[in-house]
T-cell receptor, first 114, second 115 residues
């Protein structure tokens, strides 16, 4: 497809389990962003990649959160030892590598921690 | 640090009526400003953006927004609302990081349209 693809759409995990969320950006998009959207809130920035380089990870809430983009395309957001407060929708966005270009969002992964 | 305030959590309008959604931002430099719309279970769709130039910007679906530096505002307007416009609307300010803009969003305004 032509858009940003995220999988799975829904993920349920028990507290303490590790999870991995995948993002397939639009082909050719250099920039990739992850956001976390808690229920009833706006999305909050987690991290940013330019190709395979993680240039900004200032929004990652703890060292349990880890993101990678090893070949500059697909990205994975990993959460270790999940906690209930990690329950949220995780959104991925991509854009071409220019400041004045908008981000295109995927439909997100809804993560529920029991 | 940058921030975005959307003072209206919920707004209800009748179909065919005009709409204005408020957005105020706080940012030390010239802002990059965006409006996104989100339908239930969906990602965010860009309605319009402001980077520079004309302060009145046109977007998709008949929306427009006006940047007012003196008021630190970027309000979204539509002259005649359609039932399909019911959704959540987010205003965002972009902050440069590396080669891209990381977005800071407001808490959103939920729009309900009465038929």
């Amino acid at each position: 497809g032509a858009g940003v693809s995220q999988s799975p759409r829904y993920k349920v995990a028990k507290r303490g389990q590790d999870v991995a969320l995948r993002c397939d950006p639009i082909s050719g998009h250099v920039s990739l962003f992850w956001y976390q959207q808690a229920l009833g809130q706006g999305p909050e920035f987690l991290t940013y990649f330019q190709n395979e380089a993680q240039l900004d990870k200032s929004g990652l809430p703890s060292d349990r959160f880890f993101a990678e983009r090893p070949e500059g395309s697909v990205s994975t957001l990993k959460i270790q030892r999940t906690q209930q407060e990690d329950s949220a929708v995780y959104l991925c966005a991509s854009s071409v590598d220019r400041v004045n270009q908008p981000q295109h969002f995927g439909d997100g992964t809804r993560l529920s921690i029991l | 640090a940058q921030s975005v305030t959307q003072p209206d959590i919920h707004i209800t309008v009748s179909e065919g009526a005009s709409l204005e959604l408020r957005c105020n931002y706080s940012y030390g430099a010239t802002p990059y400003l965006f409006w996104y719309v989100q339908s239930p279970g969906q990602g965010l769709q860009l309605l319009l953006k402001y980077f520079s130039g004309d302060t009145l910007v046109q977007g998709i679906k008949g929306f427009e927004a006006e940047f007012k530096r003196s008021q630190s505002s970027f309000n979204l307007r539509k002259p005649s609302v359609h039932w399909s416009d019911a959704a959540e609307y987010f205003c965002a300010v972009g902050v440069l990081t590396g080669g891209g803009n990381k977005l800071t969003f407001g808490t959103g305004t939920q729009l309900k349209v009465e038929l």
